[in-house]
């Protein structure tokens, strides 16, 4: 089942991160609870998780740009 | 809240990040929180986002001189650490109602104001600037990472840190002046009695019930 990976809530305030590092490159296979991406909110570097054992299928906004809280970043493949 | 409290010393960078590695998995594992004190031999650091040219002179250069030039993965810009700040590392397992970036930032920076407070030392925040602040000085930088909700990195408070190094540097990309507690009280402190009280000050901004630990190196 194709999924989105968003930017999870972070705390008040925070509505804009930036990307980080991409852990894997498209296509990759990601085992459940594995850190797919990190992502920078003030002086935080924060790692967000891939739930499940997944196909990263495609990263939807590379590293050094931002994204909103919220926002898809990538599109994954539970498996 | 229990939290281990373990002391670490003057312990290379890289060696300290390796006890931060082991300790988050403590801490993924047995829902442990720990507080690691040290110091760094001179050493530059830069956040994962970084930018080289908060650097005044060629990186290259100052490894040539010795001086490691490290990119981690922490949010924030580049700093120096070195020996006289004292470098807080706290490993907690952030409960639901502090999952909260800048909240947790917030605390952390509240921790370094009340202790400076204590050795008399009237520190400030600087809104849009997190960190510690002496009217417009900068005396603590902090930056963390932070993996399923357990926090890693940390503080730097300048004890009685040799500032000279901070001018290789924009520290935190900034065009500021750091100083530190020596400079402020225009004498000397021991760090000993500052590493006493800023646990004293995380157990009472985190609730913690504070245990000291032995650390072994060998692990």
């Known amino acids: 089942m194709t999924k989105e990976i968003k930017i999870p809530f972070l705390g008040d305030g925070i509505t804009k991160v930036t990307i980080g590092a991409w852990h894997h490159k498209s296509g990759a296979m990601i085992e459940a609870g594995e850190d797919l991406l990190e992502v920078e909110a003030d002086k935080a570097l924060f790692n967000i998780p891939c739930e499940e054992k997944s196909l990263l299928k495609t990263i939807l906004v590379p590293q050094g740009q931002e994204a909103s ?3 898809p970043v990538a599109i994954v493949e539970a498996l | 809240m229990q939290c281990h409290v373990i002391d670490l010393g003057l312990i290379d960078f890289s060696q300290a990040y390796r006890a931060q590695q082991q300790t988050i ?29 908060f650097f005044l002179t060629d990186p290259a250069a100052i490894r040539q001189q010795g001086i490691s ?43 370094v104001i ?21 009217k417009e000085r900068k005396i603590a930088s902090v930056g963390i990472g ?20 901070f001018s290789l540097i924009k520290p935190c990309g900034l065009d500021v ?9 225009k004498s000397d402190i021991a760090i000993a009695a500052v590493k006493q009280k800023i646990v004293d000050q995380f157990a009472q901004e985190f609730d913690l019930t504070i245990i000291k630990t032995p650390y072994d190196k060998r692990n």
């Not at chain 2, 009340?114 to 002496?134: H, Q, S």
């Not at chain 2, 993996?147 to 730097?156: E, I, N, P, Q, R």
């Open chain 2, 146 to 165: 932070v993996k399923k909700w357990v926090t890693y990195h940390g503080l730097g408070l300048n004890v009685s840190t040799d500032l000279r190094s």
């Open chain 1, 69 to 71: 809280i919220g926002q």
């Open chain 2, 25 to 53: 998995l403590k801490a993924f594992q047995q829902r442990e929180n720990t507080l690691i004190l040290c110091e760094h031999p001179s050493i530059f650091t830069l956040g994962r986002l970084a930018q080289e040219n």
């Open chain 2, 114 to 134: 009340d202790l400076l407070g204590y050795f008399g030392i009237v520190a400030n925040r600087l809104e849009g600037y997190t960190g510690v602040w002496v």
């Open chain 2, 69 to 111: 030039v490290v990119r981690t993965d922490r949010g924030g810009e580049v700093t120096f650490h070195g020996p006289g700040q004292l470098i807080a590392y706290p490993i907690f397992c952030l409960p639901t109602s502090l999952r909260d970036l800048k909240r947790f930032l917030y605390k952390l920076e509240e921790v």
């Open chain 2, 177 to 185: 002046a750091m100083t530190s507690m020596n400079e402020e009280l």
